[in-house]
């Protein structure tokens, strides 16, 4: 790989280690659990824009531009684009095709289609997304067909729903996040955060 590539893989990897940085620092006072953080959300937004300008000069990162971490960083950050909706829809696009020709993960495009999924207030396809439920467990949000989602989670190389919940359910154990107290005022304020940045009417 040349030293332009190489330069684009080291930025993207610091790119998304500030991300990680920043986020274990608001995790370690558990102020990173209570709603969308200014400061988390000041480094994805930041990021994104990076992002956005890498694509338009490079075309998406894929491992042959800059190896597999450097394209599992930007798939990364791209995810952590929340508040960018045309970002994230473009990018969808452009992982899809790239799948198909192996530059990108077909697992990586599937967590990708359920968050804009999520985000536009509609039913997940492969059941990837969590969230705390009524009952005050970490649980799939809504899926479409949910009788059949392991068979799609199988085709791009998911394990199954089943053992990912109880996955997701151990890790949230280990951390200090904890169900919202009030479950209605948390399901409005993602609800009118969505709206606001422009992901649903």
């Known amino acids: 790989m040349d030293a332009a590539n190489e330069s684009l893989r080291t930025e993207l990897l610091d790119m998304i280690a500030e991300d990680e940085r920043v986020r274990a620092e608001l995790a370690s006072d558990e102020s990173l659990f209570r709603g969308y953080h200014p400061a988390m959300e000041s ?3 930041r990021n994104a824009e990076r992002l ?3 694509i338009r000069e490079h075309g998406w990162p894929t491992k042959t531009l800059v190896l597999e971490d450097g394209a599992d960083a930007a798939w990364r950050i791209l995810q952590h684009a929340i508040s960018r909706p045309t970002l994230q829809r473009e990018g969808l696009m452009l992982m899809r095709e790239l799948a198909g020709r192996g530059e990108v993960k077909a697992a990586q495009v599937a967590m990708l289609e359920d968050r804009i999924c999520v985000l536009e207030g509609r039913p997940q396809v492969y059941g990837t997304q969590f969230d705390w439920d009524v ?4 649980s799939p949000l809504p899926m479409q067909d949910a ?3 392991n068979e799609r ?5 998911l394990d199954s729903l089943e053992e ?3 996955q997701v359910r151990r890790e949230i154990g ?3 996040e904890r169900p919202p107290e009030d479950y209605a005022s948390r399901q409005r304020e993602i609800d009118e955060w969505a709206r606001r940045v422009g992901w649903r009417d």
């Open 153 to 157: 989670r199988r085709r791009v190389g």
């Open 135 to 138: 009952k005050g467990e970490m």
């Open 52 to 54: 956005s300008a890498i």
């Open 147 to 149: 009788a059949t989602v």
């Open 174 to 176: 280990q951390t200090n």
């Open 43 to 45: 480094v994805h937004l």
């Open 164 to 166: 990912r919940t109880s």
